[in-house]
T-cell receptor, first 111, second 113 residues
């Protein structure tokens, strides 16, 4: 499968701070996905990006599909305690048959 | 309620004792997949199925088998489990191909002693 490099691996922030994480690859993709995994649960899709340069928001979350199609960014504004979890980027292979995930960013928010 | 259900949620067993983790979805999804999650490695795909009787290997298929006899079920079989298969396993499903948003189950934590 494809290799995705996600950073940072972990973040410890104070409530109210903004958060930024990213995912890069040496390959070009036509779709970038961002998932969040709450403790003890399965990942849930947050945002799907289908077009290079696209900027999409979902509440306090904003994700961007890099113009080179080799990267994507996720920003969380004014973090709250329930933002705690692991955030994953993911890309499908061209055929759509397989989904490759990044290693994840573990987010901790201190009240 | 639309959901992906895995059973069991937790299992501790011994090396070599065959086990099956079941996965069922009620959304009439064509695509189903199994992942394992290990610290620092994210989720890695084990097997996937595009439709009934159609399965294929993911990135880490060794030591696992699957079957897709019915659309709603996609069991994961470990014929002879080994300690390196101790992990957190997730089943997922989606409409059509894998680029569609995938719905994940709540996970099965396996410990192989």
């Amino acid at each position: 499968g494809q290799q995705l490099n996600q950073s940072p691996q972990s973040m410890f922030i104070q409530e109210g701070e903004d958060v930024s994480m990213n995912c890069t690859s040496s390959s070009i993709f036509n779709t970038w996905l961002w998932y969040k995994q709450d403790p003890g649960e399965g990942p849930v899709l947050l945002i799907a990006l289908y077009k290079a340069g696209e900027l999409t928001s979902n509440g306090r979350l904003t994700a961007q599909f890099g113009i080179t199609r080799k990267d994507s960014f996720l920003n969380i504004s004014a973090s709250i305690p329930s933002d705690v979890g692991i955030y994953f980027c993911a890309v499908p292979e061209t055929s759509g048959s397989r989904l490759t995930f990044g290693e994840g960013t573990q987010l901790t928010v201190n009240p | 309620e639309a959901q992906v259900t895995q059973n069991p949620r937790y299992l501790i067993t011994v090396t070599g004792k065959k086990l099956t983790v079941t996965c069922s979805q009620n959304m009439n999804h064509e695509y189903m997949s199994w992942y394992r999650q290990d610290p620092g490695l994210g989720l890695r795909q084990i097997y996937y199925s595009m439709n009934v009787e159609v399965t294929d290997k993911g990135d880490v298929p060794e030591g696992y088998k699957v079957s897709r006899k019915e659309k709603r079920n996609f069991p994961l079989i470990l014929e002879s489990p080994s300690p390196n298969q101790t992990s957190l396993y997730f089943c997922a499903s989606s409409m059509g191909q894998g680029i569609q948003p995938q719905h994940f189950g709540d996970g099965t934590r396996l410990s192989i002693l």
